[in-house]
T-cell receptor, first 114, second 112 residues
Framework: GAVVSQHPSRVICKSGTSVKIECRSLDFQATTMFWYRQFPKQSLMLMATSNEGSKATYEQGVEKDKFLINHASLTLSTLTVTSAHPEDSSFYIC??????????FGQGTRLTVV | GEDVEQSLFLSVREGDSSVINCTYTDSSSTYLYWYKQEPGAGLQLLTYIFSNMDMKQDQRLTVLLNKKDKHLSLRIADTQTGDSAIYFCAENYGGATNKLIFGTGTLLAVQP
């Protein structure tokens, strides 16, 4: 499978500020990465598909100006939560489709907006 | 739309077998997956099954697929306390795409 690293694992920020989350594919060049959001005791909701060198594809209901995705290289995708509000507090996870079957996930980022 | 459902909670005793069930809707899924999530962590791919298979066994894990009923199950033999976690089934939807739709998750609690 692919080894995926997310950073930071936990972040607390003030309302109105922006937060950047990084997702790195450490051993595989990923043209496509996915960003998910998970609410407490709930399943994962796909937010967007991050495509290297082109614009991300957002799922219905996800604000692209709120959640900025940049996939500038084959090993790095970033998700920036802009003008964060308490309702943006959540667990954000990225995944990579590796060379083998299945998606491989980062460790996740716990975002708390105060 | 696509919908993947699981029962919310399962409690078993250590040493017993656990069976976690999942129903899905997209008959064009190529693969179906089982993932494990421990508290505060990402998802770990446990196993998967190709859609033209009925069963796959991998050590303590057995996956059964009933394509007619769109039913998937994961059996864990000799369940251990370290197996306590949330288990998600997932399907790739849209046929050739790599997007995964996840089930609602089943919390497995293993009692010593």
């Amino acid at each position: 499978g692919a080894v995926v690293s997310q950073h930071p694992s936990r972040v607390i920020c003030k309302s109105g500020t922006s937060v950047k989350i990084e997702c790195r594919s450490l051993d595989f060049q990923a043209t496509t990465m996915f960003w998910y959001r998970q609410f407490p005791k709930q399943s994962l909701m796909l937010m967007a598909t991050s495509n290297e060198g082109s614009k991300a594809t957002y799922e219905q209901g996800v604000e692209k100006d709120k959640f900025l995705i940049n996939h500038a290289s084959l090993t790095l995708s970033t998700l920036t939560v802009t003008s964060a509000h308490p309702e943006d507090s959540s667990f954000y996870i990225c995944s990579v489709i590796g060379p083998a079957v299945g998606a491989f996930f980062g460790q996740g980022t716990r975002l708390t907006v105060v | 739309g696509e919908d993947v459902e699981q029962s919310l909670f399962l409690s078993v005793r250590e040493g017993d077998s656990s069976v976690i069930n999942c129903t899905y809707t997209d008959s064009s899924s190529t693969y179906l997956y089982w993932y494990k999530q421990e508290p505060g962590a990402g998802l770990q791919l446990l196993t998967y099954i190709f859609s033209n298979m009925d069963m796959k066994q991998d050590q303590r894990l057995t996956v059964l697929l009933n394509k007619k009923d769109k039913h998937l199950s994961l059996r864990i033999a000799d369940t251990q306390t370290g197996d306590s976690a949330i288990y998600f089934c997932a399907e790739n939807y849209g046929g050739a795409t790599n997007k995964l739709i996840f089930g609602t998750g089943t919390l497995l609690a293993v009692q010593p």
